[in-house]
């Protein structure tokens, strides 16, 4: 028999979105069950695919400045509109966030690139369109060929100017912040439940029951955060009046050898067809941009077409010269939702028919806003009668998997000292120790995947060839599990799932 | 039955695709386009014994290793290989095993030894 | 603390790092230690089971395990220190190494020291293959490692894209092993491997193969349940209404090897955009004094019987280097890639010695002749990518040199 999980609140999806609002609803005096599909936080849908680009000012300007082109009868720019006012707010909390979350972080200047006259007077008529808007937009200064070639040494000799601005953009990795909340969340209490998919949702006499791959969970309130399907769990809790769109990008993700080249966010002028190139990651990696959306009727189409990045990369190789596509160490495919009903606009609020299920369906940028929309979705639920007493005990830290390739050659030869395996190298492209490994173990992770985002292992320019099979031997022996058991992501995709002359029998 | 094979050479990366005829009792009866002497002989043996030395592994007993590398002694048939591989596939040793030591002695009657490639350290 | 003084270190145990060493001991070093991430020395060899190792070298048909085993017991003969399970962290100019293991951080100073980390495979999204990102897909020599090493089989039905060495090799071990090799596929109109390999693992087995192809997209979004294969045009690209879709749970990709150099830029070594190695010269030397390299961290080889020659040189070099018995070469001349040479290896050669040239070509071509500037010239009834060609120039040959000599330009011609 199956002991039946109560809880106060269940939260469908551990994205960003998700683990926010379990992280924020840990402050309280409750029981609180996050059900997500996937193996880990953050590793699926509109969370993997998020750029993990945290900004204000300029970039936010240039992209006011692309909408407003590319849907010309669109109202330009509501500076109180409830998503900037998130958006703003979010921003300004990210300092605080990011420090109680020891994750690692970038801080970027971000750079408007012209490269002949018409592209000067693009820019100069952003800087009187900031201006128009306010403050905080207007503070991007001019910069010169020689100070910009002297800012970014591998930029085309053709640059003539730029504008560029300091202080508004941070570069994250999307899921080091699901997972690191996701772990805040369970250090105070939240229950997880992973590879664990939503079939149904049951409305019983004071109670709601979640039915799920892994048996019920009555609960009293439901938050959907299922991203990409939020509209399939929406339906599960009562009436819509919204459905999703779908677009696709692809992001060609370069060598560490590229990422060298480049040390701000780059940007060609907003025109159509233009926009952001390519900035470095928090890794040290180059992303090359897109800049443009795909409409796609399949959430599921994550296939990557070879054409499609090479052209991002000649694009960017035009800025650029010194990048090559043999840089490309990986090309993946993100996926994003867009509501029906104003796509502008993110969805949270109670369900019309339900007051006690709760959609929060977030667009992109759905990383900035997440903290002010995570508290706003607490107040709905207090609104709609769940008592918010707060925990005196409730911690907002939480500490980072030690990183061997971050530290000194003093702290490294204290962790080793304190534990041997710290000093066992296993991914070689990265440099991961085995200490990392089987302390992400320790953290929750199962899979290949849960292991390679808490720690990078498997993301270097060999994609794991070297090290998969090692961190493979690693998961079986922590786990105590047989090596053909272990999977690459989630249930039903085994690495290797016959044991030698098994198929000679 | 008089029959025609082609055998492609391996002896050089020009790889001759040398045409072999034969008559009802499998004798050649003629041998042509090749380009050199080398690629005649390769195809003559080739025709009369196409064998390959097997290399493969054995399942290990008590020993960090889960594999020992072996190989035959001597090529096997082509046509028995899958035939030493299910055979093999039983086998188990257990350390210390040397280098070259006998693992299976004339494996499937075929006059071949299967032997080891490493050794397994006790 | 943990500091260590010595000759000539070798980072990498695999077979450039055991020749290196073995070379440099020979050659009268005194202190030479090889310092190797795995548990073993050895490196890929123990995964490569199959034999044809050591034609050349020993002329004997050898297993890679036994191929290793030679090297190893020589080392361990001569009392070379091999530090295993050592991480090489940093190397400096200045031939300074720092090296993490369970023991904590230590580090060793050379006088002299022999890159031989090898190479790596290309990943599958180097090349960008389409489709989704589920399990079951592979670089061939990843899968080589599990089912040849740690025991494990990837799959039943087996699709191979590429048909580079490790990948057809592959193609009969899994065959062997029990598992259906569905088709090996390559883009190219020509196999990417040696004849030999194309004989006796795909032809051996009836393997389909499907030259001229490619996968334009790969099925599955847990485990790969199929891959759709298409024919492509002169210039590779997919050609529309050709495709077939191959049902099968295991994608292994074999699309090329690239050496391994991040370390040697730590160093300040500048590497060749072609090769993806170190610029190197007759002494097996990078641009950095005293860092020679060797074997496929220089050049991808198909013969590890050359990897372990071209080390050799590099060990034997080393040692010299770190006795200080290099007299400064007078001359320096570069190595040109003419018509249809895609690179040579050495880049320089200072011409006052016998030299060994590597060189690949860029196509395939029948009927050729190899000329080496004005001093050399040689038939070749065939040449093709994949199949390393050799030279070796004599004292003599290189003496007819003018002594004004800067350049000599190497190129394939038509007979």
């Given amino acids: ?505 | ?122 | 603390m943990n500091e260590q003084a010595i000759d000539v270190a070798v980072i990498g145990a695999g077979p450039a790092g055991l020749a290196a060493a073995i070379k440099a001991k020979e050659a009268g070093a005194a202190k030479v230690t090889i310092i190797e991430r795995d548990e073993q020395p050895g490196g890929l060899l123990h995964q490569c089971i199959h034999n044809g190792f050591g034609l050349a070298y020993f002329n004997e048909d050898l297993t890679g395990p036994e191929y290793a085993r030679r090297f190893i017991e020589k080392a361990m003969d001569l009392k070379i220190d091999i530090q295993l399970e050592s991480m090489v962290l940093d190397l400096t100019a200045a031939k300074k190494i720092t090296v993490s293991s369970r023991q904590g951080l230590r580090t060793v100073c050379a006088r002299a020291v022999v890159l031989a980390m090898g190479c790596r495979e290309r990943t599958r999204q180097q090349i960008m293959i389409p489709g989704t990102r589920p399990a079951g897909i592979f670089t061939a020599g990843t899968a080589q490692r599990y089912v040849n090493v740690e025991g494990y089989i990837p799959g039943k039905k087996i699709v191979i894209l590429g048909s580079g060495d490790v990948g057809m090799i592959m193609a009969r071990r899994l065959t062997l092993e029990g598992a259906k090799v569905e088709a090996v596929v390559e883009i190219l109109p020509y196999i990417g491997g040696l004849i030999r390999n194309e004989v006796q693992c795909v032809h051996d087995f009836d393997i389909p193969l499907f030259l001229g192809h490619t996968i334009t997209d790969v099925i599955g979004l847990k485990r790969v349940e199929a891959v759709t294969i298409a024919k492509v045009d002169k210039n590779q690209e997919p050609i529309a209404g050709t495709e077939t879709t191959i049902e099968c749970d295991t994608l292994l990709t074999s699309v090329g090897l690239i050496p391994e150099n991040e370390l040697s830029l730590k160093a300040g070594v500048e590497l060749d955009p072609i090769t993806g190695g170190p610029f190197v010269n007759d002494r097996m030397e990078t641009n950095i004094s005293g860092i020679f390299a060797g074997g496929n961290v220089v050049h991808v080889n198909d013969l590890v019987d050359n990897v372990t020659l071209e080390a050799e040189v590099a060990g034997a070099c080393a040692t010299d280097y770190a006795a200080g018995k290099v007299p400064p070469a007078k001359r320096k001349i570069s190595l040109k890639a003419g018509e249809n040479i895609r690179y040579i290896v050495p880049h320089t050669i200072c011409a006052e010695k016998e030299v060994t040239l590597s060189m690949r070509v860029r196509e395939p071509g029948e009927k050729m002749r190899l000329r080496i500037g004005n001093i050399f010239t040689k038939p070749l009834r065939v040449v093709k990518p994949s199949e390393m060609l050799k030279v070796d120039l004599t004292r003599e040959q290189l003496g007819k040199l003018d002594e004004m000599t800067a350049e000599i330009e190497i190129s394939i011609e038509k007979r």
């Avoid at chain 1, 953050?42 to 992209?63: D, E, I, P, W």
């Avoid at chain 1, 605080?96 to 801080?107: N, S, T």
């Avoid at chain 1, 107040?379 to 769940?386: C, I, Q, R």
Wanted: aromatic share 6%.
């Fill in chain 2, 1 to 122: 039955m008089a029959k025609e094979t082609k055998i492609i050479c391996i002896m050089c990366p020009l790889a001759c695709q040398v045409m072999m005829s034969m008559d009802d009792k499998g004798n050649i009866t003629s041998v042509i386009n090749y380009l050199c002497k080398q690629g005649e002989k390769y195809a003559i043996a080739e025709c009369k014994f196409p064998g390959r030395i097997l290399t493969t592994t054995v399942l290990t007993e008590g020993s960090s290793h889960k594999l020992l590398p072996v190989k035959t002694d001597k090529p096997v048939p082509r046509a028995s290989l899958m035939e030493v591989m299910y055979s093999l596939s039983q086998t188990k040793v257990k350390p210390p095993i040397k280098m070259g030591q006998i693992i299976v002695s004339n494996i499937k009657k075929l006059g071949v030894d299967v032997i080891s490639t490493d050794e397994l350290p006790a």
């Fill in chain 1, 1 to 505: 028999m199956v002991k039946q999980i109560e809880a106060d609140v269940v939260i469908i999806g551990a994205g960003i979105t998700g683990t926010t609002i379990a992280r924020e609803l840990s402050r309280y005096k409750l029981e609180t069950v996050v059900v997500e599909k996937g193996g880990n936080a953050g590793n699926q849908g509109q969370t993997k695919a998020a750029g993990g680009m945290l900004y204000t000012g300029l970039v936010m300007l240039m992209s006011f400045i692309l909408k407003s082109m590319m849907a010309p009868d669109a109202p330009l720019y509501d500076a109180h509109s409830q998503k900037i006012k998130w958006l703003e707010q979010g921003f300004d909390m990210v300092p605080q966030w990011i420090e109680e979350l020891d994750i690692e972080y970038r801080r970027l200047i971000t750079m408007a690139i012209a490269t002949n006259r018409e592209e000067v007077k693009a820019l100069e008529s952003l800087v009187k369109f900031g201006e128009g808007i306010g403050v905080r937009y207007a503070s991007p200064r001019w910069a010169d060929k020689k100070t910009c070639l002297e800012m970014e040494p591998h930029l085309t000799k053709d640059v003539v100017a730029s504008l560029y601005s300091e202080g508004d953009l941070i570069h994250v990795s999307p899921w080091d912040i699901a997972i690191a909340q996701s772990e805040n969340a369970k250090q105070n209490g939240v229950g997880f439940m992973f590879d664990t998919e939503v079939i149904g949702v049951l409305q019983k006499n004071g109670y709601q029951l979640v039915k799920t791959t892994r048996g019920p969970v009555k609960t009293r309130f439901i938050v959907n955060a299922a991203g990409l399907l939020a509209d399939t769990v929406a339906d599960m809790g009562g009436a819509r009046d919204w459905g999703l769109t779908f677009v696709r990008t692809l992001s060609p993700i370069l060598d560490k050898r590229a990422g060298k080249l480049v040390h701000s966010c780059l940007n060609a002028p907003p025109v159509p067809g233009k926009g952001p190139i390519c900035n470095p990651t928090v890794d040290g990696n180059l992303k090359v941009e897109t800049g443009s959306y795909q409409p796609t009727q399949d959430r599921y189409d994550l296939g990557a077409h070879a054409g499609e990045a090479m052209q991002n990369i000649l694009k960017a190789k035009r800025y650029i010269p010194e990048i090559s596509e043999k840089d490309v160490i990986r090309a993946y495919v993100g996926m994003r939702a867009f509501n029906t009903r104003d796509q502008e606009e993110n969805i949270i609020e109670p369900c019309n028919t339900n007051p006690r299920f709760i959609n929060a369906v977030v667009r992109l940028p759905g990383i900035i806003p997440a903290l002010p929309i995570a508290r706003h979705v607490v107040e709905l639920l207090g609104d709609a009668g769940l008592e918010l007493v707060t925990k005196p005990d409730f911690n907002p830290c939480r500490t980072e998997i030690p990183r061997f390739r971050d530290l000194s050659d003093v702290e490294r030869r204290r962790l080793i000292a304190q534990d041997a395996r710290y000093g066992h190298v296993v991914c070689r492209c990265e440099t991961i120790t085995e200490g990392e490994i089987v302390e992400a173990i320790k953290r929750g992770a199962r899979t290949v995947a849960g292991v390679r985002y808490r720690t990078r292992a498997g993301m270097g320019r060999c994609q794991g060839g070297f090290c998969s099979p090692r961190v493979v031997n690693i998961l079986a022996r922590e786990l105590n599990t047989p090596v053909t058991q272990i999977m690459d992501s989630s249930p039903g995709s085994p690495i290797m799932p016959f044991k030698s002359k098994e198929l000679l029998r």
